[in-house]
């Protein structure tokens, strides 16, 4: 979901930053720190495969404004969707990773997207949970695999598994959750 970071007051006058318009990012780039409502226009799936592929994207902010405008837009949306993070805040807003160019998104991110695109349910990754997995939002599940993470992150992995219930056809999650053997060994 793109967004805007300029801001209307009551006599029309704006103020912050004002991008791209609808070719900001999923998330978007918000230099003042504050969160913003969702613009009127969200990211398509069309949107997502249409991004170029096979490159890193740039690893922090001064990489991206050191871009041509259009590229540096396009390296915002592959950043966005690749490491923000799902919080119970509504809008989104800065991370603690901001530097790198990283946002959180609330639920309503979330389901704007889902509802844009005619899915139900989100299942992403990348980020430790103690359980080994969450349900983020109502329709976003985080799951991380990797069980003692590091060595020593005493969280548990897991793996979610869709399974298409008799009662209403759709794939509904389950579960499976694990944690490290005495034997695993990081280096």
């Known amino acids: 979901t793109g967004y805007d970071a300029a801001r209307v007051a009551g006599d029309g006058s704006s103020s912050g930053r004002r991008g791209g318009g609808q070719h900001l990012s999923l998330l978007g780039y918000n230099p003042d720190n504050v969160s913003?409502?969702?613009?009127?226009?969200?990211?398509?799936?069309?949107?997502?495969?249409?991004?170029p592929r096979g490159a890193d994207p740039p690893s922090d902010l001064a990489a991206l404004e050191a871009l041509p405008p259009a590229e540096a837009e396009t390296q915002r949306l592959v950043v966005d969707l690749l490491w923000a993070d799902p919080r119970g805040k509504t809008g989104y807003g800065p991370s603690f990773r901001v530097r790198k160019g990283c946002y959180i998104?609330?639920?309503?991110?979330?389901?704007?997207?889902?509802?844009?695109?005619?899915?139900?349910?989100?299942?992403?990754?990348?980020?430790v949970k103690v359980?080994?997995?969450?349900?983020?939002?109502?329709?976003l599940i985080s799951v991380f695999s990797a069980a003692n993470?590091?060595?020593?992150?005493?969280?548990?992995?897991?793996?979610?598994?869709?399974?298409?219930?008799?009662?209403?056809?759709?794939?509904?999650p389950t579960f499976l959750t694990y944690a490290a053997s005495d034997r695993t060994t990081y280096s």
């Not at 639920?107 to 990754?125: C, H, Y």
């Not at 993470?149 to 759709?170: D, F, K, M, W």
């Open 131 to 139: 359980q080994g997995y969450e349900w983020t939002h109502p329709r």
């Open 36 to 51: 913003l409502p969702p613009r009127g226009q969200e990211l398509s799936l069309a949107d997502i495969a249409a991004l």
């Open 149 to 172: 993470y590091l060595g020593h992150a005493r969280n548990q992995g897991a793996i979610v598994r869709l399974e298409r219930s008799p009662a209403t056809g759709h794939l509904e």
């Open 105 to 127: 998104f609330g639920p309503d991110v979330t389901d704007a997207f889902l509802e844009k695109n005619g899915l139900r349910l989100i299942v992403r990754s990348h980020e």
